[in-house]
């Protein structure tokens, strides 16, 4: 499910995309936007069914070494236990996410050779290893070594980046998020279920969605009169001078202290610091906390920022 700090990364990354256009188009950049979040569904649906392709390959490889010319016995009498895992068979067979997969006209089909690579990795690395050599049964002790597979192996694995970074720009930053919600997904699987859940985007509030569509308009609506506030405070330094990326940050700050009276204006400022600090100099997070902490300061001051509720004075 997103959450907000994840929304104000992709609306940092369309502006940034914005103001270097020689022919910035807000109608542009708010499809873009939107993209960037059907972008994230798409990922996640993705990632499930990168581990439903595991147990395809399992079982491939299992039929592939009982007709071998001359099987060993442990191909005539496999170790079972990683294909019969229950909640990956839930997710193998899950009627939920191929519907999800066929709207939304995705899947794997294109990258057999990555899935081979990742499978073949998969049965080398020591959480796959330790499960099947494991004498211990039962659906928790298959879920949390599924869990493990993915977050330690699955989307830890060369290939799999490499086909990640290819497929779309945005993906590199939904990852973390991405997999933490498939992560929840498998822990929700109970031992009686025969389908899996997905997980929405958006809380049913629409709250968020809404915060993502205010903060854009805003930080637009508002860019000339927060960009003269930004040079007044930044009194010594040249606007063209200061970070493309940290002037972005600020009118991003700005608008979001101005447009929502019941978000904290410390959140709003630890917020945008810690995005400088990922995304912009080392120096930026001082500067950034600097200017706006002033402007705040000013703007509480004369009522251009007002926050209503308890304990949102501060």
Sequence with gaps: ???RRQLRIKLLHVLYGYYQDENPDPVRAHKTLEHSVQKMQELYVL???LIGSMQ???????????????????????????????????????????KASEELGIGWGDQQEMLRKVFRGLLEHEEYVEYMASEERGFRHDREYLTRMFRKHMIQNEPFEDVLEDKSIFWNDDLDLCASMVIKTIKTIREEDDDVEL???????EDDRQFMETLFQNTLGQAGENEELITSAAANWDLERIALIDRILMKMALAEARSFESIPLKVTLNEYIELSKYYSTEKSSGFINGILDQLFNEMKADKRIVKVGRGLLD
Excluded: C, H, Y
């Excluded at 390959?57 to 079972?80: F, H, Q, S, V």
């Excluded at 997980?199 to 509030?205: K, S, Y």
């Design 47 to 49: 990632l499930l069914l």
């Design 1 to 3: 499910m997103l959450n």
């Design 199 to 205: 997980l929405p985007l958006w809380r049913e509030d």
């Design 56 to 98: 395809g390959m399992a079982i491939d490889r299992i039929e592939a070494g009982r007709k071998k010319r001359l099987p060993a016995p442990e191909d005539l009498n496999p170790n079972t236990k990683f294909v019969t895992n229950r909640p990956l068979r839930i997710i193998a067979n899950s009627r939920n996410l191929q």
